[in-house]
């Protein structure tokens, strides 16, 4: 793939050392463009991010070596997605600590919006393999794409049985897509960027380590309406998954299992702690914010690539739950007069509903797009005159 000049800036500030997503978009809110940000002085930059991460910038953006990363990206049939793209899934984008890029082979598509992560240990039983395949299947042939992490075991037998319904599944891996880990699965990873995606965080080049994985089960849990955990020792990254997407506010789905059975430890704690009991695929239907026998028979695949996706409504977290506030409304108050504001975080700070809004919720009232929502929400965090509340709400201070 060949990079567009700008999508080349995003690249080479995404690949400084250190700058992360929040001070990405601390940057991009100030100089509106990546290419501005590479292009500023460390004065200028010093002021909005500080001296140090500020002369980093400046020594590291000219050594990325975008040659490579384009020539790999085109051998492997890589694309970039960045978050100022259509194509970029609004569930993520509205997840704290979203990646400001990733990387994707095979295509995201609008109805991927509709989509449950279904994820659990590597070392399941025969039982365990048999729930998760039919349970993917099952919701893959009511056109609802599976998402898992390509890992041996449950996360295999995910993609395995929405594949073998005709759906659609999106493998999130733990390193660059030139790399397919584990290398068992790399005749299924093919499959699934021919009927779906694979999706990775990380530029080419990058192996998977065991510190890449949180960041893999992050996104697993962000892109989706709700997480389903199939068998899980205490202790596996599954749980991990699970934890993300409660605090996502999504929902939180396990099987049930024997008790004094490892695997059936951490799926059993979810259900005491709240998450819903899943024996057949109607448990979880009846928990996703759908309209009525909207996925009652399977559609067969879509055809359509995601252009500009419209904001899904997302369920509240499992644990604690607590009911979504009305849509949000203009509200007169204004914030510290000694504050200056940008015209889109005056916007967004007008809308704010005193009980807390939801990010789609912010976008239908201000017909701002998520990408400027989230710079200037966090943009008016720093500001000290908007906090965040459970389940990916904001609200004034």
């Keep these: 793939m060949i990079l567009t000049p700008d999508q080349q800036d995003w690249l080479r500030l995404f690949l400084v050392p250190g700058i992360g997503s929040v001070r990405f978009l601390k940057l991009l809110a100030h100089f509106q463009k990546p290419g501005r940000v590479l292009r500023a002085s460390v004065k200028e930059l010093s002021d909005v991010i500080g001296k140090t991460v500020a002369q980093r910038i400046r020594q590291h953006a000219d050594a990325v070596d975008m040659e490579y990363h384009q020539y790999q990206m085109k051998t492997h049939g890589v694309s970039m997605v960045t978050m100022d793209d259509p194509a ?3 569930s993520l984008a509205e997840t704290y600590d979203a990646p400001v890029l ?19 240990t590597r070392r399941p039983s025969s039982i365990g393999l048999k729930t998760a395949h039919q349970l993917a299947y099952e919701l893959a042939a009511r056109g609802i794409t599976v998402v898992s992490g390509l890992a041996e075991g449950i996360d295999t037998a995910a993609h395995k049985g929405a594949l073998d319904a005709g759906g659609r599944t999106i493998a999130v891996l733990g390193c660059g897509l030139d790399s397919i880990y584990p290398a068992s699965n790399k005749t299924l990873s093919e499959e699934i960027s021919r009927q779906g995606c694979l999706l990775s965080p990380f530029v080419m080049g990058t192996r998977a380590i065991r510190g890449n994985f949180p960041r893999r089960n992050h996104i697993i849990s962000g892109l989706t309406m709700g997480t389903l955990v199939v068998e899980a020792p205490l202790g596996s990254g599954s749980l991990l998954t699970a934890k993300y997407a409660a605090e996502q506010g999504r929902e939180v789905f396990a099987v049930p299992g024997s008790a004094g059975f490892s695997n059936s430890q951490g799926p059993n704690d979810l259900i005491r702690d709240g998450a819903r009991l899943v024996e057949k695929v109607d448990d979880i239907l009846l928990e996703l914010p759908l309209a009525e026998n909207e996925f009652s028979t399977f559609k067969g695949l879509p055809e359509r690539p995601v252009r500009q996706p419209s904001p899904p409504k997302m369920s509240p977290a499992p644990v604690a739950k607590k009911e979504k506030p009305s849509a949000p409304s203009p509200n007169s108050e204004a914030p510290p007069k000694a504050l200056s504001l940008s015209k889109e975080e005056q916007a967004v700070y007008d809308v704010l509903h005193q009980e807390g809004s939801f990010v789609d919720e912010i976008a239908l009232a201000t017909r701002l797009a998520v990408p400027e929502i989230l710079v200037s929400l966090t943009m008016l965090e720093m500001k000290g005159v908007v906090r965040q509340m459970s389940g990916k709400r904001f609200a004034r201070k």
Excluded: H, M, N, R
């Design 88 to 90: 970029y899934p609004v």
């Design 102 to 120: 990733f990387f994707i082979k095979g295509t995201l598509l609008e109805s991927d919006q509709k989509s449950i992560a279904i994820v659990g």
